[in-house]
């Protein structure tokens, strides 16, 4: 969930000349144990139990260490564990013994009983966490959240304060990747002391990882990663401080990076093509398991109607959208799920799935809605993030669809990421973009966001044979034949219902100076800046 015109010759004079005095500007020299970096997101929480944005995933990875983790190639690795372990009786059981000595930010120790707290409380109903069914597959995960069953039979426990025992109700191909990137452990006594404040500044959050943060609030748009003094493998963190800036604007991100004042700096297409002419050594761009997509209000009368949605959906050119108005190496959307994820008997997830631009379907489903809906004028109110990407969006959106369907008018509503949750948490919207990454290799993480119980699906959208074919999904536990055609299936029944409205899958675009090494940008979760050299 995350993404002027000026007018003078005067304004343009002063910007011209501020921009030449601004790239002059000699750096100051930064100690070598200091890495500067700007990005395009804000953190809202530290809460693992309610991170579900891109900043505060991001910041997850810098600060917490799961039983697994990954390593600098997005590989699963023992992280808080003893080591990757094997499951018994079935692929169900999971029986982990942490490491000896692994303490959290503040000195003490953690234990088992830190990890099997944080599923219970994200799992458990009266918390409201979007990232619940990240546990679904957890043993008696759906008894208490559809029957109301005591939340302690969870299938999660810590037989002693070493060990933690996870009891599945069917194996799950995938869930090394959840140990891995969602079961993060909390401080049970700073969620007792601080309550709903946990995780919310620098002073109410407590840290595994190699870094805790320091500077920060929900409203900070710069912030420190300082090198956690507890971490047991501090010793081979190389930077002590990462001094972080949000640059929502990829034209001045790409100029504090030309002008030496960070290291690292995340960008998007609008200024790529320049740079690529004398800076294309700097450049690190690939693909990334990360989908964009419209989201419907489906209790609402407009943006609630099938067959208006389908009008939008062809409207939209997704290859013009993807190598014009966005230009930085992202892709046009084939069905919710990212390609490259998944290949089925070698070929590609969406080898055959597609979401064409076609004026005449666009039109011709606009008419059945405006009869459906009884009026010829409709007017969308269109939320997006204030971001560099989703500027060059909304531009795209509104001029796209006004040209198409010109009885339809796109109101876009810029707003600060943070605003955009809540509206969305609310259901306070009528349409907004989203953006989804995966944290494991299989599509099921995209496709629960149509799906009717799922706990990221901000639409409320129900559909009886989608939801079925889910249930369906989750019934196959391992990565098969028949679970991925399934899988398949629902993303098609999703193009043409348009539970959500995929856009584009994103690349990952950074400006990285050659003396940082060792960063590197994973298809599945995030750079890690304690490999960085």
């Known amino acids: 969930m995350n993404r002027k015109k000026l007018t003078g010759i005067a304004i343009v004079g002063v910007l011209i000349i501020g921009s030449y005095l601004f790239l002059q500007q000699k750096p100051k020299e930064q100690p070598k144990s200091q890495l500067q970096v700007a990005v ?3 953190i809202t929480t530290l809460d693992p139990n309610f991170a579900d944005d891109i900043g505060s995933n991001w910041a997850e990875t810098q600060t917490l260490e799961g039983l697994y983790t990954l390593d600098d190639k997005g590989q699963v690795v023992a992280g808080m564990a003893e080591k990757v372990v094997k499951p018994t009786v079935n692929n169900t059981v999971y029986t982990i013994k942490i490491k000896a000595n692994q303490k959290w930010s503040d000195g003490t120790p953690v234990t088992a009983d830190d990890f099997v707290n944080s599923a219970k409380r994200q799992v458990n109903p009266a918390s409201k966490s979007t990232r619940a069914n990240h546990f679904k597959d957890l043993a008696n995960y759906d008894g208490i959240r559809k029957q109301g069953a005591d939340i302690n039979e969870l299938g999660i426990s810590a037989p002693d304060k070493a060990t933690v025992k996870i009891q599945l109700s069917h194996p799950v191909p995938y869930f090394n990747f959840i140990l891995a990137n969602q079961l ?6 700073k969620v007792q002391a601080y309550g709903k404040r946990y995780g919310q500044t620098a002073e109410t959050t407590v840290s595994n990882g190699a870094y805790a943060i320091k500077k920060w609030n929900q409203s900070a748009t710069t912030w420190q990663f300082v090198k956690n003094p507890y971490y047991a493998n501090k010793q081979q963190v190389h930077y002590q401080t990462i001094n972080t800036t949000v640059v929502t604007n990829a034209t001045l991100a790409s100029k504090q990076y030309l002008a030496g004042k960070v290291d690292e700096a995340e960008i998007t297409g609008s200024v790529l093509s320049d740079l690529k002419k004398q800076h294309n050594k700097d450049i690190k761009s690939q693909q990334k398991g990360r989908m964009v997509f419209i989201v419907w209000n489906a209790q609402d009368k407009i943006a609630g109607n099938t067959n208006f949605k389908r ?20 892709t046009a959307a084939k069905s919710i799920v990212p390609s490259g994820e998944i290949t089925i008997d070698g070929q590609d997830f969406n080898h055959d799935l597609s979401l064409p631009f076609d004026k005449t379907k666009a039109q011709a489903y606009l008419k059945k809605a405006q009869d459906e809906l009884g009026t010829k004028k409709i007017s969308l109110n269109l939320n997006l993030a204030d971001t560099d990407a989703y500027r060059s969006l909304s531009v795209y959106l509104k ?6 369907l010109p009885d339809v008018t796109i109101n876009i ?18 349409a907004g973009t989203l953006s989804w990454s995966t944290d494991y290799n299989d599509p099921i993480d ?8 799922g706990a990221i699906n901000f639409t409320k959208w129900q559909h009886p044979d989608y939801d079925q074919l889910i249930q369906q999904i989750n019934q196959q536990g391992d990565a098969t034949t028949t679970r991925f055609k399934l899988e398949k299936d629902a993303a ?14 994103m690349a990952n675009v950074h400006l990285l100076q050659s003396h940082v ?15 960085a050299k």
């Open 40 to 42: 395009q997101n804000p």
């Open 184 to 189: 993060y452990p909390i401080n049970m006594a």
């Open 311 to 330: 009008a939008v959906s062809y409207a939209i050119n997704r290859d013009v959208l993807a190598q014009q108005a966005l230009g930085d190496g992202s």
């Open 399 to 404: 001029e796209r669809i006004e040209s198409v």
């Open 413 to 430: 509503n810029r707003m600060p990421l943070n605003a955009e949750i809540s509206a969305f948490n609310a259901r306070n919207f009528q």
């Open 446 to 453: 995209f496709l629960d966001m149509a799906y009717s119980d």
């Open 492 to 505: 098609k029944l999703n193009n043409d219902l348009n539970g959500v409205t995929p856009l584009y899958q």
């Open 517 to 531: 090494r060792g960063l590197t940008y994973p298809v599945i979760g995030y750079q890690n800046y304690k490999y």
